[in-house]
């Protein structure tokens, strides 16, 4: 079993920035690759962004290249996502998840664990 919790998120302004955390506990953290998801109201939940176990790989969605920013220390067991330029649309409850199948595996059910989300808002 590993447990997942998130933290970071908040209420921030169009273009602002958050750091979200998903602090990893039980099995070893580094045995895993990690994910974060998101699922706005009334949408399916989303692959964001995922990293390998020795963090060698990224891997993310089109929409956020460029401005959101996976990371990890298997020291801290955490795994972090540093999003910037936020916008509107990336408004969400955002989920950390860990699967042994691969850093590119964007299909939720591929995902073992998932912690219980954090959610972000972005005002306009």
């Known amino acids: 079993q590993v447990q997942l919790v998130e933290s970071g998120g908040g209420l921030v302004q169009v273009g602002g920035s958050l750091r979200l955390s998903c602090a990893a506990s039980?099995?070893?953290?580094?045995?895993?690759?990690m994910g974060w998801f998101r699922q706005a109201p009334g949408k399916e939940r989303e692959f964001v962004a995922a990293?390998?176990?020795?963090?060698?790989?990224?891997y993310y969605r089109g929409s956020v290249q460029g401005r959101f920013t996976i990371s990890r220390d298997n020291a801290k067991n955490t795994v972090y996502l540093q999003m910037n330029s936020l916008k509107p649309e990336d408004t969400a409850v955002y989920y950390c998840?860990?699967?042994?199948?691969?850093?590119?595996?964007?299909?939720?059910?591929?995902?073992?664990?998932w912690g219980q989300g954090t959610q972000v808002t972005v005002s306009s």
């Open positions: 998840a860990a699967t042994t199948v691969g850093y590119n595996a964007i299909d939720s059910y591929k995902y073992d664990y």
């Open positions: 990293i390998s176990r020795n963090s060698f790989n990224t």
């Open positions: 039980g099995r070893t953290f580094s045995w895993y690759d």
